[in-house]
């Protein structure tokens, strides 16, 4: 059984940082992209960015490009989303998720599995 487990979130101050980690396990992720996704109260849930764990590519919105980076440890089965210079409006639940065959998607649809989400708060 696949499970993925956010940790990580908390409350911090604008320009701070914080570091989300999900732990995977229930099967081998090498052809899977992991995936972040946020979902702040009353919108959508929005991507993030993602990393292909064979290759350890990573694509982000441009949101939070040269902010956020994606990594992942393959000893671990552990994805890192490492965010800097946050923002009020970084403030959401974060959600990691996993999908086989996708490249980089941007819709939550495209995801097999999703964590429970961690939540984010950033105070201004």
């Known amino acids: 059984q696949v499970q993925l487990v956010e940790s990580g979130g908390g409350l911090v101050q604008a320009g701070g940082s914080l570091r989300l980690s999900c732990a995977a396990s229930?099967?081998?992720?090498?052809?899977?992209?992991m995936g972040w996704f946020r979902q702040a109260p009353g919108k959508e849930r929005e991507f993030v960015g993602a990393i292909r764990w064979s290759a350890g590519t990573t694509y982000y919105v441009d949101s939070v490009k040269g902010r956020f980076t994606i990594s992942r440890d393959n000893a671990k089965k552990a994805v890192y989303l490492q965010m800097n210079s946050l923002k009020p409006e970084d403030t959401a639940v974060y959600y990691c998720?996993?999908?086989?065959?996708?490249?980089?998607?941007?819709?939550?649809?495209?995801?097999?599995?999703w964590g429970q989400g961690t939540q984010v708060t950033v105070s201004s």
């Open positions: 998720a996993a999908g086989s065959g996708i490249e980089f998607a941007v819709v939550p649809v495209a995801y097999d599995y």
């Open positions: 229930g099967r081998t992720f090498s052809r899977y992209t």
